[in-house]
């Protein structure tokens, strides 16, 4: 089976503060990515990565950044926090062959700027 | 672009009821459709997928989809829900003709199972 493991259930920081979300997979997959979610608002996606030191914007990228230096880490940096932030952080992998390939979650990480 | 429509937000039913969950896509081309689960204070898990073959897929656990390519749908409908299944549920999308699967997914269904 597929493992995501994400580095904190939960957390808490202060505004300003640099936050690192750190998320590992098992599977040697080639894509990753990072995914907010929020009551109301589903899924969205932050940043992606198809291979290593690759990345790419998702939909809210914005106050984020990302790094992936070895094909099963990659980390969410959140710059300088701010309390808009505060939410749950669900990293995903998935392989890069033929279409189709499902996403594998993690447990994710509950978020929150104080 | 791609979008993925549940127009529940959250649908109450009692043990042992059937339940469908209702999901729209729009996409001007060939797609490919999951169902994912989370269970309280935990990830997604995938439920099941439609990729191609026979319209109708089915999980492990009772639950099935059917892709209605006409409608742009893929309900998820079980004739019989347990406390258990009690969770959220989201509807994704990808398109079916791209080297980078990306998903887009639903707003999420909460089923409420009550005794």
């Known amino acids: 089976d597929v493992k995501v493991t994400q580095s904190s259930r939960y957390l808490v920081k202060r505004t300003g503060e640099k936050v690192f979300l750190e998320c590992v997979q098992d599977?040697?997959?080639?894509?990753m990515f990072w995914y907010r979610q929020d009551p109301g608002l589903g899924l969205r996606l932050i940043y992606f990565?198809?291979?290593?030191?690759?990345?790419e914007k998702g939909d809210i990228p914005e106050g984020y950044s990302v790094s992936r230096e070895k094909k099963e880490r990659f980390s969410l940096i959140l710059e300088s926090a701010s309390t808009n932030q505060t939410s749950m952080y669900l990293c995903?992998?998935?392989?890069?062959?033929?279409?189709?390939?499902?996403?594998?979650f993690g447990d994710g990480t509950r978020l929150s700027i104080l | 672009a791609q979008s993925v429509t549940q127009l529940d937000s959250q649908v109450p039913v009692f043990e042992e009821a059937p339940v469908e969950l209702r999901c729209n896509y729009s996409?001007?081309?060939?797609?490919?459709l999951f169902w994912y689960v989370q269970y309280p204070n935990q990830g997604l898990q995938l439920l099941l997928k439609?990729?191609?073959?026979?319209?109708l897929v089915e999980s492990i656990n009772g639950f099935e989809a059917e892709f209605n390519k006409s409608q742009t749908s893929f309900h998820l409908r079980k004739p019989s829900v347990h406390i258990s299944d009690t969770a959220e549920y989201f509807c994704?999308?990808?398109?079916?003709?791209?080297?980078?699967?990306?998903?887009?997914f639903g707003t999420g269904t909460r089923l409420l199972v009550s005794p």
């Open positions: 995903a992998s998935s392989l890069a062959s033929v279409g189709g390939q499902p996403q594998h």
């Open positions: 599977m040697d997959h080639e894509n």
């Open positions: 990565s198809y291979d290593v030191k690759m990345k």
């Open positions: 996409s001007s081309v060939s797609v490919y």
């Open positions: 439609y990729l191609s073959g026979s319209t």
């Open positions: 994704a999308v990808s398109l079916g003709n791209t080297g980078f699967q990306k998903l887009v």
